[in-house]
């Protein structure tokens, strides 16, 4: 290892509602290996970070190097975390509210740990290496279970003055509308979320309506995953059709009140529902977002599609790491001086 910054080795780490994702990265956001666990369910804050603790492990052992050799760990939390203490507020879907996760993980492995929000590292990370690289203020839309947002603007997140930016899952879409996970009602999250999805779907089907989903799960609806959805979709079924239009439509709306409110230079979506369904969904939000009638001055403003996947929050992990390390001024993506 030699210490002229080329070679550094990051460990980033992305703790999501389902598994917990962790790779070694190099400082050019090369990865060099990817390792996966399942995130326990309802389970004891020491359950979960004991899975996050072995994910990390099994990553540096996957890329055969060794955690003295690794120069700082990113770590995406989904929830409102304070970045400067290395605290989670709160994480609505994990019982990991209130842990002081950075200074634990420092702890554990003795180097430094920073700490961000999930969606906001996934914006960042196409900020360095995905689909928003050239771009000069992006927000990026994350469709999964819930669904957050990312705004970077000049290569730096806009984190907000209470941590709490860019939360698009909790704009009010429908005013008195279905009750959200963060306790109001009618958000963009409890219409055209996964969680929203599998909702509807199981009411359809709960009212006698058939679809492939059924067999496809072998009758278990408690989860219908996003490669459920896909094959729905391209098997024809009316009802996963007909849920999955209403909500790709709620999701242009939210897009046109981004344009409206930030007029960024790239809309960016990502997250397992639209890595699986993006043929399906993104042509709606195009078509609703083209039709608006209120012009800009120039063109701009075009809804794009993660480039990264899965490796997108990672990468963001990674970023952020990176910055807080010293190597970069704070939350700038590496090779990204636009200042
Ligand atoms: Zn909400």
């Known amino acids: 290892m030699t210490e002229n910054g080329s070679d550094r080795l990051y460990l980033g780490v992305d703790v999501g ?10 400082e050019s956001g090369e990865i060099l290996s990817r390792k996966r ?47 400067r203490e290395g605290h989670i507020v709160v994480t609505p879907n994990m019982n990991l509210t209130g842990v002081p996760i950075g200074n634990h993980l420092r702890g554990r492995f003795g180097v430094p740990v920073a700490v961000g929000n999930d969606c906001n590292l996934g914006a960042l990370g196409e ?18 279970t819930g669904i957050g947002g990312g705004f970077v603007r000049k290569g730096k997140l806009w984190r907000g003055a209470r941590e ?43 009212a006698g309506r058939s679809s492939v989903v059924t067999d496809l799960t072998q009758g278990d609806l408690t989860v219908i995953r996003s490669r459920v959805l896909r094959k729905s979709l391209k098997a024809g079924d009316d009802v996963v059709t007909e ?14 009140t981004v344009r409206h409110l930030i007029d960024p230079e790239v809309i960016l979506l990502g997250g397992g529902v639209i890595e699986a369904c993006a043929d399906f969904v993104v042509p709606i939000v195009r078509e609703i977002v ?13 809804v794009a599609v993660s480039a990264l996947g899965d490796d997108a929050v990672v990468l963001g992990a990674v970023a952020l790491a990176r910055a807080a390390s010293g190597k970069s001024p704070a939350d700038l993506p590496a090779g990204q001086d636009r200042q």
């Open 17 to 26: 509602g389902t598994k917990v994702q962790a790779s070694v990265v190099r």
């Open 37 to 83: 666990r399942k995130t326990p369910r309802n389970e004891q804050p020491d359950r979960e970070l004991h899975a996050i603790e072995a994910a990390i492990e099994r990553a540096v052992a996957a890329a055969r190097s060794t955690l003295k050799a690794i120069h700082a760990i990113g770590i995406a939390i989904p929830g409102v975390v304070d970045p």
């Open 127 to 144: 900020c360095w290496l995905g689909a928003a690289r050239d771009a000069k203020s992006v927000f990026a839309i994350l469709l999964g």
């Open 164 to 206: 709490a930016a860019a939360e698009i899952g909790h704009i009010v879409m429908q005013i008195g509308g279905p009750p959200c996970g963060c306790g109001n009602r009618g958000c963009l999250e409890a219409l055209a979320s996964r969680t929203a999805i599998e909702r509807d779907i199981r009411r359809a089907i709960d």
């Open 243 to 256: 849920v999955m239009r209403r909500a790709a439509e709620v999701l242009g709306h939210a897009c046109l």
């Open 290 to 302: 083209d039709a608006d009638r209120l012009p800009g001055a120039r063109e701009g403003g075009a």
